[in-house]
Structure formats: structure tokens, C-alpha cells
């Protein structure tokens, strides 16, 4: 077995493998592992078997980390989406004659290495490396100990396609070392790593952030707010609670708290709880709630600041758009965030002072998403400000340099 | 005094100050406070003067320590500078109606608190401040003990400027905890800085990008390579190197090492080496550049990985642009690396594949450089591939955000 240190220099060392393939090579690499994995797929089914067998992790657990026949071909197809979109490698974004006649260009290029470090999610292995492809970046995949036959399966059947076809597959690497102390090494490998991506829960996002000293993006926790302010349409506020909080709600765009304006709770409670309560979702809410309704539990400081990630929301009156856009600004995970309004100045003014990823009006916060937002695909959520903001795409995975051409100068 | 982390909620407290701030109103903070550091120059270099009194540290450190009211005035006309500036804040980066008719626009908008971390440089002190206002961002500055007097003073003065002139200037932030225990506290700041940058010494960058917890560019150093390729011209090649070596030898854009192609070396090597002994560069070198001159000391592993920052340099001959590219990509610091060639497909290819922010075909790696590249001013050179590379002027410390309006649209 290879340690990680290995792991990722392997990964470094065959880096222009990808970095320096023509777009027409990307997506024969991705043709061939998307066929591969429909053609291999009984093999990556019985290596996923063990896998499943042994997970004591609870049933929702398990079906993130099953893969069928179905699973497998949506993979496939995942990868063949990416052969529709342009690679960003080598764009233009600059091009200027300075002063003394030097011409500087600025043009996008791959990261390098992009770490992932993630759970017992197999899909994400495959995501991730059609995703390096097509930005031109070697990928270091470090998947859960529990998803570890299933990984080396995707990954073997990918590379051995790559291969296949012609092309060197090394800038892809699985690290096969499953235990924490070869997650910190991964973190701490300065020079090799150009950017780390932790995909998972909010443990997982924290760990890699308390511990990493290569560069990481912090993605995915959301804790999601939906405000009601006084002039909403009911006929809209009710529908977009509604999908925001039950349409799914395992994902990071969920709404997980909601903010009443004083007087739209005095004319609407009532109908908002029974809304949600169709929907079987628990509420708990602050006092001037329960003073409308005495039967709701109660909310705490911590559920406020909670992603419950299942059916269940926090409920909070406040005086108006400041206190709902501090409350956000103060509890949220500057995910996404939406008011729902009929007055264009208290939209203008939440949709410049939220401090989130992505700030919505009259929209449910469920469309903060890379295939939603035209992007495509994605690697993740950005939650962080630095790089990449919200939904990560391909152009969200590269760098610049600048190139600066002249034919003699030098600084006076 | 205030603790680290009351020191950062301050500022955070008070960022609407500034990030929502007009760029009327932001020129009008900048005229201010520098009209206001002429006219307190004595006032100010008063309290420099116990600071430079106390300093132990040799002559270099005190020489950047010192102020005197040429180099306040020099303070002052970099700020006026940055008025003639466009703001980055606001700019629409993208706007796309989507499929289900919501409006999606992607916004630049200050990262929020900017944490800078230096030594002692009291020139840093301002133009910090002057970056932040203009990027609409509250900033928090931890300057070095030895430095503390003159940054109190420097602070205060602008402080006091921006608040004669009508606004509120609390959002601009200095850490009077200069113990090593409060370095560490500001770099463990998450959900309060936004991004530290450190500038200074790759020991202090070192310092930071391990101990940090939250986003941190990494910036400045430059172990810059020039390269002789075998169809360089002579006349080109000697002042190209002349000048990014010596012109000013504590830069992080100087040339530390040199790489020559065989065939250059064997015509010219006694002809470069006699223009860099006319400059007193102390030179050490390869065995093969040895066999041609025995007197060259010789160069070591440690060498050539170096940013020796003083008149010294590292040369080692090569066997061509493969060679070069690889000698680069494996010592050098990503900063600034530098062909000098006749031949347009070996320019092109060092261009492509040199990793590093900036790289030249014929010109000197000093130009690399916020004013030189034309952004008007500059927070650091950044060495890393996130989010930003190269010079970071005011468009480098922004980040964006999405709004999306809708009209009541929820996800099928």
C-alpha cells in the first residue's frame, strides 16, 4: 500500500497527464470511463456488496453508499454531461500592452492537485475525477473507510479505461491508507495539494478546517432562513416554505429556520403551522410564536443555529427586514437565504445586506445548485468568500497565471 | 486593552461602515486620513522615534522601520492614489435569466474583515487601511511589537480623520496584543476574519499558513528563476539578468538562481559571470559550470532551493527547456520565472508549463508588481493558486455573492 505522501506525489508527478490535454482528450477520457462503468458495472456491483454488508451505520447510511445497476448508469451519465461543457483551461481573462510595451495576459488555468476528502458516498469518487478532467486538474481522492471496495472499484474501472484509450490515468489516485492519521497527513501536504475540498458533514468540513494547512474551501453546511417580511404574498410565501424545507431535506439548501415579520404572523400563523404540519414537520418557535399558538415547543439559542436536515424548522417573529438580515447574518452558515416581499426596497436592501452565498427573493433557497444555476455540474457549495462563492463549477476549479511577453525590458 | 478576539468582533461589528459604503464616500475617507498623516507627520514620527530607539535588530530592520516626513508624505500620496481608482465593489460579474424565469446575477462584494499579520513596517499600517476602505472591507491589523508605537499613531491619526470627516471609522481594527499567544488567537478567528493575508518574512508566511485556521492567502516569497535558452540574445539576456538581480536585491521579484542551456554556457558563461562580478553577486554553481570555470564556488541542493535576498545567486547549466521547466516547477516559490530566447516555440512552452503567478519570456521578473501590472496598488503577491495569484490589488480582496430574484418559483 502506498502511504499518502506517496499517494499524492504520484498524483503531482503525473500532473501533466491532464494539465496539458487538449479538450478533445478530456472527453475521450470521459467517454471511455463513462462506458467503462456501465460495462463494469456487476464488478463495481460486487465489490459495493461487501462494503454495504458490513456498514452498522444506520439506514440512510446505507443508501448513500449502495450502488446498483440505476446508480451506476446515472454516474456514467453524470460523466457524459461534463463532454457537453467547455473546459475553462486556457481562457483569456486579460489582455492589456503596459506602459513600456510588455503585454501581460492573464489566462485561467487547472489548480494542480485538488484533494477531496469525503464520506461514504461512492458516486462523489466518479463526480470528482470526470470533474478533474475536464478542468484539467489531478485529483486526490480520499473516500470513508467504509465506501473503500467500492472506491478502488470506480477508480480501477476509470483508470483502466483512461488507459484504454490512450492516455496516461496516474494524475488520478485513490489513497488507500483509511485511518485519521493518514487524513491529517492529507491535510498537511504543503506544496503537493494545491487545494483542498472537503465534501460531507459538518464534522468532517470542521475537522478538515481545524486541522488542514493546505488551502481549503469550505462547503456545504447550510443552515437555510426563508423571512416572510409584512407585505408577502401568502400565495407565494407558503408554496416556496414549503419546498424549501420538505422537498428534500438531507441537502445543504434546505430551509431550516424561518422568520415571520410581526404583523404577517398576527394575520398568517395559524395557516403557516398547519401548512407545515401537513408536511409532518415538527416546529419549534420562539415565544411571541407561542404566544399566538401555546402549543408549539419551544426554540433554543442552539436551534437557531441548527441544520436539522430533516423535517424539522425553527420559527422566529421579528420586527422587520434589520432584525430578520442581523438574525441571518448572525445564526446563519451564509449558505442561501431568502425574503419573500411585494416591496422591491426591503428585496433590494436583504439582497445586498445578507452575507450569503446566494440571497434570493420570492424563490425557494432549494435552487442553489450547480445544474440550477447553468454551471452544469459541481464539486460542492462554497460557504467560504475567499475563491469560489456558492455553487462550484469547473471554472470554480481553476487558477490564473499571467503570462507577460517582451523582448528585452527591464525596471528602471 | 482589548483582547484578540474583541479586537475582531469591532471591527466586525462596525464593517457596515464601510461595506456599504459609497465611493464617494470611501474618496472622501482616503483624503482625509491622508491629509490628516501630513499634517500629524511630527506628531507621528515622535511616537516612531522610541520604537526605532529600542530596536535591536540591525541596520536593514531599522531602515524599514523608520519614518520621517518624506516617507509620511510618500504614505499619504499612496493613498491619494488609490481615489483615482474604480472600487471592484458592486461590479455585475454575470447576469442570466434562467430557465424558470429567476434572475440570477453574480455580484463582487467585500470579502468583509481582511486580518493582516506583518512585521515592522509602518508604512503596511496605512496602506492596508487605504486597500480596505477603497474594497469596502473592515480590516484588522496585527502589526510586530517592535512597530506598535508608530502603528498606534498611524492608526489613530487616520481614525480620527475618517471620523472629523463624518463617518465611523471603527471598522478599521489594530491588535495591541503583541504576544506570540495573540497571534495565534487572531488566526484562529473563523466566522469573524474573512481572510488573513501575511506579509513579511517566509517565516512569518510559514508561521501563518500553519497555524491558521481560517482562509489565508499565501504571499511573497520568490526564489525567481531566469533562464538563458540556447537561442537567447546576449545583448538581451546580460541586462535582463543584471537588472533582476541587482536592481534592488530584497524584493521578493529579484532573481535568486540562474539556468543556462549547455551550449549558451559554453560561449558565454565567462562573459556572465564577469557582468555579475561587476555588480559584486556572489556566485554559486554547478559542477559543469565548474568545469568551465574551477574557480566558481560550488552551488548545494539548499542553494538552489534559496531566497538569498541579498546580491547572490545560484547558476546551473541545463540541457535545454525541459530541463529548465522541470528545475523550476521543482525549486522555485511559483512567483516569477523568466525565459530569455529567440525562439518563439520555446517561449511559448516555458509560458505554458512554469507553474509560477507570473512568467516572462524575455523581461525582467521585477516587473511583477501590483503598479507595474497597471492595478494602481497592491496588498501582496500572491504565491498560491486560490482565488488569487500574482499582485493583489483591489479587485483581489473582493469576493462575490449571487442574487436571484424570483417570483415565487419553488424546485419540481
Redesign the interface.
Known amino acids: 500500500m502506498m502511504t499518502v505522501a506517496e499517494t499524492c506525489l504520484k498524483a503531482k508527478e503525473n500532473l501533466?497527464a491532464i494539465a496539458?490535454a487538449s479538450e478533445k482528450d478530456m472527453n475521450a477520457m470521459l467517454s471511455a470511463a463513462a462506458a467503462a462503468l456501465r460495462a463494469h458495472a456487476a464488478e463495481i456491483i460486487a465489490e459495493n456488496a461487501p462494503d454495504v454488508a458490513a456498514c452498522t451505520r444506520g439506514a440512510q447510511f446505507v443508501d448513500r453508499l449502495m450502488l446498483d445497476e440505476k446508480r451506476i448508469d446515472g454516474i456514467a451519465v453524470g460523466l457524459e454531461k461534463l463532454i457537453e461543457l467547455r473546459s475553462p483551461v486556457g481562457e483569456v481573462l486579460e489582455e492589456?500592452m503596459?506602459y513600456n510595451g510588455?503585454q501581460?495576459r492573464r489566462v485561467r488555468v487547472p489548480?494542480?492537485v485538488i484533494g477531496i476528502i469525503y464520506e461514504a458516498r461512492p458516486n462523489v469518487t466518479a463526480d470528482a475525477v470526470g470533474l478533474a478532467i475536464k478542468s484539467g486538474n489531478a485529483v486526490v481522492l480520499r473516500g470513508s473507510k467504509d465506501a473503500l471496495r467500492s472506491n478502488r472499484a470506480i477508480v480501477r474501472v476509470m483508470k483502466n479505461a483512461i488507459r484504454g484509450a490512450g492516455f496516461n490515468p496516474e494524475f488520478i489516485q485513490l489513497i488507500e491508507d483509511a485511518t485519521h492519521e493518514g487524513a491529517e497527513q492529507f491535510m498537511k501536504m504543503?506544496g503537493v495539494i494545491?487545494?483542498l475540498i472537503p465534501r460531507g458533514s459538518a464534522g468532517l468540513i470542521r475537522n478538515t478546517?481545524?486541522n488542514a494547512?493546505v488551502?481549503?474551501?469550505?462547503t456545504g453546511t447550510g443552515n437555510c432562513h426563508i423571512y416572510f417580511e409584512k407585505t408577502a404574498?401568502i400565495?407565494?410565501a407558503i408554496?416556496?416554505l414549503?419546498?424549501?424545507k420538505t422537498?428534500r431535506t438531507s441537502v445543504c439548501n434546505a430551509c431550516e429556520s424561518l422568520l415571520i415579520d410581526e404583523s404577517f404572523a398576527s394575520a398568517h400563523l395559524v395557516e403557516i403551522v398547519r401548512a407545515l404540519r401537513d408536511k409532518n414537520v415538527e416546529i419549534v418557535a420562539c415565544e411571541k410564536c407561542r404566544a399566538i399558538l401555546p402549543e408549539l415547543a419551544p426554540a433554543t439559542e442552539d436551534d437557531y443555529a441548527a441544520e436539522f436536515l430533516c423535517l424539522k424548522i425553527s420559527v422566529k417573529i421579528v420586527s422587520g427586514v434589520e432584525e430578520a438580515i442581523a438574525h441571518i447574518n448572525m445564526y446563519g452558515t451564509h449558505h442561501s437565504d431568502c425574503i419573500v416581499t411585494e416591496d422591491a426596497a426591503a428585496?433590494e436592501k436583504f439582497?445586498?445586506?445578507v452575507?450569503?452565498?446566494?440571497?434570493?427573493?420570492?424563490?425557494?433557497t432549494?435552487?442553489?445548485d450547480g445544474f440550477?444555476?447553468?454551471l452544469g455540474a459541481e464539486m460542492g457549495i462554497s460557504t467560504?468568500?475567499?475563491?469560489a462563492?456558492?455553487p462550484m463549477g469547473l471554472r470554480e476549479l481553476t487558477?490564473?497565471?499571467?503570462?507577460?511577453?517582451?523582448?528585452?525590458?527591464?525596471?528602471g
Do not use: C, M, W
Open positions: 501533466s496539458f492589456r503596459l510588455l501581460l489548480f494542480g504543503n494545491d487545494v478546517l481545524l494547512t488551502p481549503v474551501i469550505e404574498d400565495a407565494k408554496p416556496i414549503i419546498n424549501a422537498q428585496a439582497l445586498n445586506e452575507d450569503s452565498a446566494a440571497v434570493y427573493s420570492n424563490a425557494s432549494r435552487f442553489t440550477e444555476f447553468g467560504q468568500k475567499l475563491h462563492r456558492g487558477s490564473y497565471k499571467y503570462q507577460i511577453r517582451g523582448n528585452g525590458q527591464v525596471r
